[in-house]
């Protein structure tokens, strides 16, 4: 099989959105026409191409995270005597937290986020019924979920969330760059490289602005058979599915 050549330009990279530390260090220093040049240290490098990365995937998770990094969901079980738990290690970002009703494996229920100005809003002995209905509200808290009012002992929680991305150190770590886009970090880490020479970057920063265009664009709906929708966020009053309270004919 051939290679594929990058969209707007430089090295030809292999056929695969996955590289390694290494190949990628190599391919922005081509990119920088700094082959020969011990300017920039290799750990130098393996910095600038980190915090590109970092971008890139902070690109995708703020517009789209909740297609492209989704961690396996996480669970815990309440104790009826704390209000806060602690958020998985790798938590970056909440997508979603449910609530499962009677042990069923089938019977999950969305909890609805609280404002600041709501936290006593809700302190009522907390209750759940088998319509999904519950008074379970949560707000993110520093390093921990807090729940209000307090959760009954016993209640399984499930929080699906976005991870914070894997450092990258070594030449045989993997950068994941999904359909290319690994030419972003290579656009980005070659600024970074210039600048320090202080040489002129005016190319490079319209290639940048090019692939975070195209990004934007191609990335927006993964699912091109069903493209996103605007959700049903009304809950029948006391039907199912209720899910976590009534809708526009009252409130919690």
């Known amino acids: 099989m051939g290679t594929l050549p990058f969209l707007l330009g430089g090295p030809a990279a292999p056929a695969t959105a996955q590289l390694t530390l290494g190949t990628l260090r190599d391919m922005v220093r081509q990119r920088a026409d700094m082959e020969n040049s011990e300017f920039i240290t290799d750990s130098e490098l393996n910095g600038y191409i980190a915090r590109s990365y970092y971008e890139l995937y902070d690109l995708l998770v703020q ?94 929680i499930r929080l699906w969330y976005v991870p914070r991305i894997d450092a990258v150190a070594d030449d045989a770590d993997i950068i994941d760059g999904v359909s290319g886009w690994e030419e972003y ?28 265009a195209r990004i934007e664009s191609a990335a927006e709906n993964r699912d091109a058979g069903s493209p996103e929708r605007v959700a049903d966020t009304q809950w029948a009053d006391f039907w199912w599915p209720s899910g976590s309270g009534p809708g526009s004919g009252g409130s919690w």
């Open 63 to 156: 517009k789209y995270g909740d297609n492209y990094y989704v961690a396996n969901p996480y669970t815990f079980t309440t104790d009826g005597t704390n209000d806060q738990f602690a958020l998985p290690g790798d938590f970056y970002k909440l997508l979603g937290v449910d609530l499962q009703l009677g042990g069923s494996s089938d019977s999950w229920v969305t909890i609805r986020p609280f404002t600041f100005a709501e936290r006593n809003r809700y302190s009522v002995p907390n209750f759940q019924s088998f319509y999904g209905v519950t008074n379970l509200r949560y707000r993110l808290s520093g390093d921990k979920i807090w729940f209000t009012p307090l959760p009954s002992a016993g209640q399984s």
């Open 185 to 212: 970090i290579i656009v980005d880490a070659a600024i970074k490289c210039l600048q320090k020479e202080e040489s002129d970057v005016t190319v490079l920063l319209t290639q940048k602005q090019a692939l975070i």
